[in-house]
């Protein structure tokens, strides 16, 4: 079998790295799913031509990727891995880690998904995928005391979003929208926007998700994707006054904004 070549692949990439990208291409063109073993080195080296060197230094980079796992002793050898949902979530969340995101860009997000995976949803979730949400919601049924607790229900209301994109038949729909949750809730923690107890946020979120579950259970698709939409724009409203009032009382003494 001739070399693959890797002509097509940008300049800018280093040797190792257009192999790489290469053999992705490689198993996906043969199926290969999770599990699958790929050829011995020696196979790798006379199928694209390469140097030693340089097919270890591949293999690394689609390690570092979560692409393929190396195994050693008996049974051994280079197989197909599934990168996880974590480990996608926090790469992802590592690129963003710099790019300041803002209340705002999380709900423009938010408001444009989570309504249409509501309504996809009405009258199509499982007694035990219902009783499953409302077992999160159990986690806030009654306000805060202090600010920990004000910490863990702003969390756990997250939770409650996360868990019904799981019941989404759309991967990609169902981890955006995880993905968003997992920010928020990182947001949520890293400028302590819990410190402040907020009595509507709690209400107002509580009451929503109650009539979004009465929704999905009767099947009422248009219901639910009103109520998941007010739902979105009420929460933005307050989280983003939340920050306004936090930042404002941290301010440096005489600062204004």
Do not use: C
């Not at 309504?119 to 009783?131: F, H, N, R």
């Not at 986690?139 to 209301?157: F, G, K, L, M």
């Not at 947001?187 to 109650?210: C, D, F, K, M």
């Not at 259970?217 to 409203?237: F, I, K, L, P």
């Amino acid at each position: 079998m001739p070399p693959v070549t890797t002509r097509s692949t940008p300049e800018r990439l280093s040797r190792p790295q257009q192999v790489a990208e290469a053999i992705k291409s490689w198993v996906m063109a043969n199926g290969w799913g999770p599990g699958a073993r790929l050829p011995s080195e020696a196979d790798l080296i006379a199928r694209f031509g390469m140097a030693k060197g340089t097919i270890r230094e591949a293999i690394r980079i689609l390690e570092a990727q979560g692409l393929v796992k190396s195994r050693t002793g008996p049974g051994g050898g280079v197989f197909v891995h599934q990168v996880s949902d974590a480990r996608a979530t926090a790469l992802l969340g590592n690129y963003f880690y710099f790019q300041q995101l803002t209340i705002d860009d999380l709900y423009q997000i938010r408001a444009a998904l989570e309504p249409e995976l509501a309504a996809s949803l009405a009258g199509k979730l499982t007694e035990g995928e219902l009783a499953a949400l409302k077992e999160v919601m159990s986690a806030y049924v009654r306000p805060a005391e202090d600010a920990e607790e004000e910490r863990a229900q702003h969390i756990a209301s997250l939770r409650f979003h996360a868990l019904l994109a799981e019941f989404s038949d759309n991967p990609l729909l169902r981890f955006l929208i995880r993905f968003t949750a997992t920010m928020l809730s990182d947001i949520t923690v890293s400028r302590r926007l819990y410190a402040q107890p907020n009595h509507e946020l709690w209400s107002s979120g509580l009451a929503y998700q109650s009539r979004l579950l009465e929704a999905l259970r009767a099947g009422e698709g248009e219901t639910a994707r009103r109520v998941m939409a007010e739902h979105m724009a009420n929460a933005q409203r307050l989280m983003r006054l939340q920050e306004s009032v936090l930042t404002q009382r941290f301010l440096p003494e005489g600062r204004v904004l």
